[in-house]
């Protein structure tokens, strides 16, 4: 387990990670969420040691990083890519790793092929791409056979065959007893992969909740609805006993998955639709929302030079301003 206690770090004026606290159990994969600059790497790197605290603890089994005997072979973690020297071979870096931290020569090539690099084991690992550089990284994680595994943002930059090795390699150490954490700023990427999530913002913890906990509540589903006939049908939707929202002046909304009693309401009214379509609120938009008020870095609004806010330009269409998700809630 990775236990962290009232966990927080200063850097002058600035409070980096503020009073956090939560538990990093085994056998599962605990997705670490936040938006840019919410603390997830200084947390991470206060784990292994490589930053002190301000104030509060982590421990490793109980451990600090430093009091741990052959620490590779407890934690293994991919923080930074490319955090090598790029005139070794990716054989060399790794053997010099093991060399340096009691662990047999023989584990290199395993790693190697594990990660897939055994064909380019003896190349600079200056001429690698992003995606090579992951996976060297995440070897360098693999080597000491840990039973915990940490990974800062490992998709970043990745290609989509890349991102799916990844995600199962993630699910088969999880399902082997390890324990597994990985930081994320993407909801979509967390919901695929994690089975617990801990959300942080501006350093703060939001949420420390199973990841089905956090689908059930906040995917909501819903029916939109969009017809000429707005009065007659908000009559026979409310006779009918069911609760309508009206978001804007064009479309209705129902709770619930009930697209079809809702067609066959209208129909029974002879009420004219012009659309009936499921809608199932996303989690990107429910880690927004959670994370609205600690977004550090908010879109401009997109408006060109000049141009008042909403201003339409002539022979252009409204502005929409981008960062208005972000604003939401
Ligand atoms: N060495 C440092 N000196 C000063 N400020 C720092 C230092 N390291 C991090 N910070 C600040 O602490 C905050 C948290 O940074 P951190 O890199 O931990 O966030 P993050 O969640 O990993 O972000 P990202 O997703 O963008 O990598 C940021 O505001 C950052 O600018």
């Known amino acids: 387990m990775i236990e962290l206690e ?52 982590v421990r490793i089994d109980g451990k600090h990083y430093d009091q741990l005997k052959d620490p590779l072979t407890y934690i293994g973690a991919l923080l930074e890519a490319k955090a090598w020297h790029g005139g070794r071979s990716a054989y060399n870096h790794l053997l010099c790793l093991a060399q340096s931290n009691g662990i047999p020569a023989s584990r290199v090539r395993e790693v190697l092929d594990t990660v897939g690099l055994t064909a380019v084991a003896r190349k600079k690992t200056k001429g690698f791409s992003l995606g090579m550089g992951q996976r060297l990284g995440i070897a360098g994680a693999l080597l000491g056979d840990p039973r915990m595994l940490m990974f800062d943002e490992p998709v970043n930059g990745l290609d989509p065959e890349g991102i799916h090795w990844i995600r199962n390699l993630m699910k088969t150490l999880a399902a082997q007893g390890r324990t597994v954490f990985v930081s994320s700023h993407l909801m979509s990427e967390m919901a695929l992969t994690a089975d617990h999530l801990v959300v942080i913002g501006q350093g703060r913890l939001l949420a420390d909740t199973s990841m089905a906990e956090f689908i059930a509540e906040n995917s909501r589903s819903y029916v939109r609805i969009r017809t000429p006939q707005r009065e007659q049908l908000l009559d026979a939707l409310q006779g009918a006993g069911i609760k309508v929202a009206e978001p804007g002046a064009e479309a209705l909304e129902v709770d619930g998955d009930i697209a079809q009693a809702v067609g066959e309401l209208a129909a029974r009214h002879q009420i004219v639709l012009h659309e009936l379509s499921p809608q199932r609120a996303s989690l990107e938009e429910a880690f927004m929302q959670l994370t609205a008020e600690s977004v550090e870095y908010h879109a401009h609004d997109g408006q060109p030079p000049g141009a008042a806010p909403g201003q339409q330009q002539p022979g252009q269409p409204p502005q929409q301003p981008w960062g208005s998700d972000w604003k939401r809630g």
């Open 6 to 57: 009232g966990l927080t770090k200063r850097y002058g004026e600035k409070v980096a990670v503020n009073n956090l606290s939560f538990t990093v159990r085994p056998g599962i994969i605990t997705g670490f969420l936040g938006p840019n600059g919410a603390g997830k790497s200084t947390t991470m790197r206060m784990v292994l040691g490589l930053d002190r605290p301000t104030s509060g603890d």
